[in-house]
Structure formats: C-alpha cells, structure tokens
C-alpha cells in the first residue's frame, strides 16, 4: 500500500471518529435535555408517560350505616361477588400458568350446580358469537353470589373463573319502620343511591366519597411492583344514629302485623314518642314492604304525608283550650243529643243521635259528645280564641320532623259550621304526627316538642359527633296546671263508667286519652261513606297519666268488622300491646290504680299471670289455658314470660317462660317471626334476622345450650315456596369489629 493511501485512510478514519464524536454529543446533549426539561416538541413527556403506562382505580368509600338509638344496625352494606369467567388465551401471555379457561364443557359441568343453572347454558355463554371477545358473564345466577357460594366455587381451582367484589345494601330486619328508613339501590353505575325515608333525605352524609389508587403498569394493564403508588382513602359514608328504639319498634311492627292480618284495614298507623323529648321511639304503617325486596304498593309514609279528618282525638285540643281560656267548667250541665248553631244550618248531633239526657261537660268528655264541644267553641270559648290556639298547637303548620315530604294539615274556618265541626275533628285535617307534636304539650307541662328522629350523625372513624339533635321547644300553647287538669279528665275517659275508652285500660297502670271515629269522605259522591266499619277509628293516648312517658297514636282505616264488633278492637289491640310492653321495657313499674276498670276481653285469651310460680307448675298453668308453652331453663320459679301477664293472646299461641338452670334452644322452624323475638327479648339475645316469612334456619341448633346474651340468626322464608332466600345469610358479613366477627361466624354455622 503506497504512503499516499496510507494518509488518506488515516484522515477518513479522524473524520470518520470526529462525525461518531459529534452524534455522540448531540445524542448525549439531548438526552441530558429530555431527562431535563421532559419535554419533545411541546408534549410533556411525563404527561404522555401517565396516560400510557399509568392506571388509576377506584376505591369504593362504604355507605353510611343507619342505626338505631342503642347502636343497633338497622341498615348497613354488605358484600357480594360477581363472576366472570376470561375464554381468551391472550391473556395469559408471558404467565407461567393457564389464567383462561381451558375446557369449557368440564368448567361448565362444575359450575352448574353450584349455581343453579344448566351445564348446557352455561357451555353456551362460554362460547360467545363474538370470537374476539375476553371474558364473559353467566347471567344474573352470576350475580349477587353471597361469601361461602364465592369460596365453594374457588374451591374447585378452575382456571380462568374470577370474581369482582360489590357492595349491597341489607336491612337486617326486614319490614321495620320501612317508611322511615326508606331503601337505596344502585343507579346505572353502580352506586348506592337513596330512593325514599332516610337513606334519600341523608344521602349525602350516607354516601361518603370514593378513593383512588394510583399506579404504573405493563403492556397487559397489570399493576407493577412499585412502592411508590398513590393511595387516596376512601372517606366512608357517616352513620345515621335514629331516635327508634329496637326494641319498642319492633313491638309496633308485630302488634300492627297482627290487626292487619286479622281486620285488614286499608291502612294502619301506630306512632310512639317520648312524651317529654318529642323523641319519635317507633312509628310503623300498614301496607309496609321489605326494603331488600321493595315490593312497595305505597310510596307514601301516611303518618307525615297524609292529613285526614282526626275525629274526635281532636277534642283533647278543644278540651285544653277552653281549660286555659278559663270556660271549661267541668260540673256544668247541658242538654246532650244534638244543638243547632243558627237556623240555616244543620243540627249537630252526638254518635248515639239522642243523646243521654242532660249531663255534665266532664260526662260529655267521657262520652265523647260533640254537642259538648260545639257549645265550648261557640258559646264560651269564641271562634276566633279557639283559632288562635289551634295555631298555637302548630295545626296550621308542618312540624319539620326530618323526614321528606311532610305535608300541613288544612284548619278549615271559612264558615261558622266549620269552625264548630272543627272542635270534634270532622271538617279540618291534621296529618298524625302533627297530633303527636301537640300532644306533647299536655304530657310535658304546656310545652310542646318538635318531634324529631334524627338522633345523631356519627363520624365512623374518628367517633365525632358531627351533629347532636336536641330536643327543642317550639311553643306553649296551654299552662302547666292546664296539661294536668287536661291528663285528668283524659284519664277518666278511660275509667269512668261513661268512658268510650274502657278498652284501653292497661292494668296496674293509669292511662289518659281520648278515643276518635272520624268520617270518611266518598270521592264518588262527596258525602262522607256511611255503613258499619267505614270509618277511620284511632286513638291517642298517654301513660302513666300523672308524669306520662309514652304518647302512642293509633289509627285503623276502613278495619273488616263482624256486625257485633267494635271499631277499637284493633286499635285498641296494637295500643295496649304496644304501650305495656314498651313501659315494662323501659322500666316503668305499675302502680296500683284501684279506679281502672279491667276490659272485657271479648275475643282471645288472657295470659295467666305464673311469675313467681313453680316452672311446671306455671306451664300447667298457661297450657290449661289453651296455650303453647315453651320452657327455658330447668329449675326453681318462673321468673319472666312472655307475652307479659294479661296480654290478649290468640288460642294455642306461643308462650315463653324463664326459670334458673340451663337454657336449651328450641326447633323453631315453621315459627312466625313475633315468636322468635319472645326468645329473644326474654333471654336478651342479639337477634338478626334474614328474609320474611316463617323460620326455616337458626344458628342456635334445637336442644343446643345458649345462655343470655348469645347471638342469635334466623332465616325466614315465605311459606310452601321454594326458591333461593331473598337475603343469602353470607350477606352479613361486615367484618370491622370482634362484634361482627362473631356475627359472621355464627352466619356460617347456620345449616340446613
């Protein structure tokens, strides 16, 4: 090679290394620019980054639970599963073991019974038209699969099968205060919403809001190692702590069941509320529904959405305000029967046309004479005085209960009939809850309460109280000396001789109140609907009559009455069971009473009263009297039965009594839901309940020993019906306390 090609190489080769030097340094130059500035043409590269290799989830925030004043769970979220089975090899790449479905006939033949479906359908979905498609879903058996179905199924280790956790919301007691609480179902994605009562008026609180995590992926959208993912919480929903007592709601809710299964009324309506608070304890309907399954006929909680015609309740109000305007003299006399206001209108008359002769305003009370009170309003009281405190009760008004759509009652003054057929409840209309706020004001001293069923609103997990309702005064209508003289005379509508009332009595303790029949209007013809049982029948009343504790109202609409049957016997029913259970509940001991006369028990059984009795010697007792007794407890006397001693009972009906010694655990299967709480409330076990009907499960086997306090769950099925239960006793599960584990625990003990 000559000199001459040598040095033309060697300069190829410095300008052939000087051209690589050159690219080196701009290459390296605009990477240190990128890693810099993270920027190309404008686009940030880091932006670009996230939006191809980043994901983000959604972390689901737990609905509020709603709860009643003890801490007892009357509406909560549980878990379910969805399945989902992946029939694409794709997505299995670079994975070491199959993550799809291999053989489809096998997977479906194992699936199928587990599930309730055809092997064959199953097979069918497996192979989808689409021959692009990744995965699939069986159907709706593939939905809502409740905890132990989910791990049944993962059991059988099919490749391919995978399941999505979701939410549902459980009402554990089923048909309780359902109006009140309402119900929320997912909206279209798949969100909890509150539809009605309070999960709709507290949705918000209820809600809570979702989480986030943040995180990089590969190529397949599966999450990477990466400590450094960005996690938001999710911030759960409050909890609704109400006013309803459990307990006392749950007395409602039986006593109610009961009048409609034996008078079937178009309508039922039974309120209790502290007499001093305004505190709303329990307040229940009939038609009512199961929010798990909302086969709802009527959307409308007919105790603050409706106004009516009250009837002769009304006359308390009447009574108090003459009393306080100083007019009522209760020995004075007047002719009964009937009492014309001006000659162009029509004749007042009393129920029984005729009257009882010339009487005593206070007799007229007893008997609930309208012409009584048609002479107090226009002859000593004055229309205009007697408007003046139907305003002062708030009768013009909503009461502003915190529950949605409440409706005002209608004061109707326009002509002077009007404003004496007011004073006996025919012409004006009030809505029930407005006659329990104004009832407060005779039972607490003249001062009337704001009734209210929001207790307090709960952080579930700091423990702050986010808001505390109080009881609030919203006026005083009468004096003090006026409520009592107004409890007195209402006490001798029950006791008296004359009293329309005497039905309502409950023994060993005073009852003051005041029974109604109100007119129902025809909307056919406008005429108010005449013939025996068409009217609305109710009663308000309170006890104990000298520092009441409880005012109850309740009303039965159009009840199926034999021709010799009285419109009280239902309401009469649902008052007496309700009140004297809830006194003794609560601890408020009898007094002997020596002037209240015992009601006739015209139809049903009164308990014998065997506390203190030896326990055969009590059964005896109690079985000679036609009726079933179950015994807890083995040795020495009686010490609690229910239902309590005196309660008007059906023949044969269940009666639970308790001695010392070991408990063992009755089969209550085919027993009615009313049964399984007489265990419950005589033992103080916590009772879950699942479905409605008649017991088919317990997790306290029969012959199985329990003692006070033990959890016990029942579920119940609607009678010679097989199908899959409404609510799957897996759905309890909640596990976010010691509490809640035994709860589960003994959901999964629960056997056929």
Known sequence: MSKKTTVHIRVGARILSLIFVLLFFILTGRFIYIQTVKEVDGHDLTVLADEKWGKERTIEAS?????????????????????????????????????????????????????????????????????????????????NINHQLMEEIKALNLP???????????????????????FA????????????????????????????VTFQSDRSGFKLPDPKEMIQAPENGKNVYLTLDQKIQTFLENALSYAEKEYEPENLIGIVADAKTGEILAMGTRPSFDPNTREISNYMNEVI????????????????????????????????????????????????????????????????????????????????????????????????????????????????????????????????????QAATAISNGG????????????????????????????????????AKEVLDILETVISSEAGTGKSYAIEGYQVAGKTGTAQIPDPKTGKY???????????????????????????????????????????????????????????????????????????GIETPKVIGKGLDEGAKELSQAGLTVIKLGQTGSVTKQIPLPDSKVLEKEKIIIKANGKMKMPDMTGWAFRDVTKIADIADLKLNVIGKGYVTKQSIQANSEFKDGDYLVVELNPPFEEKEPLVKLEDEVNLKGKEDQQIFELLNSVQD
């Not at 919301?169 to 309402?182: D, E, K, M, Q, T």
């Not at 309740?313 to 209760?330: C, L």
């Not at 139907?390 to 009652?409: A, M, S, Y």
């Not at 009881?471 to 000396?481: D, N, Q, Y």
């Open 63 to 143: 609905r509020g639970q709603i709860l009643d004043r003890n801490g007892q769970a009357i509406a909560k979220d549980v878990p379910t599963y969805s399945l989902y089975v992946v029939i694409s090899d794709k997505y299995s790449k670079n994975s070491p073991v199959p993550l799809y479905v291999i053989d489809k006939h096998e997977t479906a033949e194992k699936l199928a019974p587990l599930l309730n479906m055809q092997a064959s359908e199953i097979e069918r979905r497996l192979n989808p038209a689409n021959p692009n498609a990744v995965q699939v879903e069986l159907g709706p058996k593939g939905r």
């Open 160 to 182: 391919g099968v995978y399941f999505t956790r979701e939410k549902k919301r459980l009402y554990p007691n089923g048909i309780f205060a359902s109006h009140v609480i309402g």
């Open 185 to 212: 179902q997912p909206d279209e994605k798949g969100k909890l919403v509150g539809k009605m009562g309070v999960e709709k008026t507290f949705d918000d609180l209820l809600q809570g809001k979702d989480g986030r």
């Open 305 to 436: 959405s409706s106004s009516f015609e009250p009837g002769s309740t009304m006359k308390i109000f009447t009574i108090a305000a003459a009393i306080d305007a100083g007019v009522f003299r209760a020995n004075e006399t007047y002719q009964s029967g009937s009492y014309r206001i001006s000659k162009k209108d029509k004749a007042i008359r009393d129920h029984n046309r005729a009257g009882w002769g010339t009487i005593t305003y206070l007799e007229g009370v007893q008997r609930s004479s309208n012409v009584a009170m048609a002479k107090l309003v226009n002859e000593k009281l004055g229309g205009d005085k007697f408007l003046e405190y139907l305003r002062k009760f708030h009768f013009d008004k909503t009461t502003g209960i915190d529950l949605p759509n409440e409706v005002p009652g209608n004061i109707l003054f326009r002509y002077p009939i009007e404003k004496i057929t007011t004073s006996y409840g025919q012409g004006t209309t009030v809505t029930p809850i407005q006659q329990i």
């Open 447 to 482: 001062k009337m309460m704001k009734p209210y069923i929001i207790k307090k609103i709960v952080d579930p997990k700091t423990g702050e109280v986010i808001k505390q309702q109080e009881p609030t005064v919203v006026g005083e209508p009468i004096k003090k000396e006026t």
């Open 529 to 603: 609907m005449t013939g025996h049982g068409n009217n609305i029948f109710s009663f308000l009343g309170f006890a104990p009559k000298d520092d009441p504790k409880l005012i109850v109202y309740v009303s039965a609409k159009r009840p199926k009455l034999e021709p010799t049957e009285l419109g009280s016997a239902p309401v009469s029913y649902v008052f007496k069971t309700v009140m004297k259970n809830s006194l003794n509940y609560l601890n408020i001991a009898p007094t002997e009473a020596t002037n209240i006369e015992k009601p006739v028990v015209k139809e």
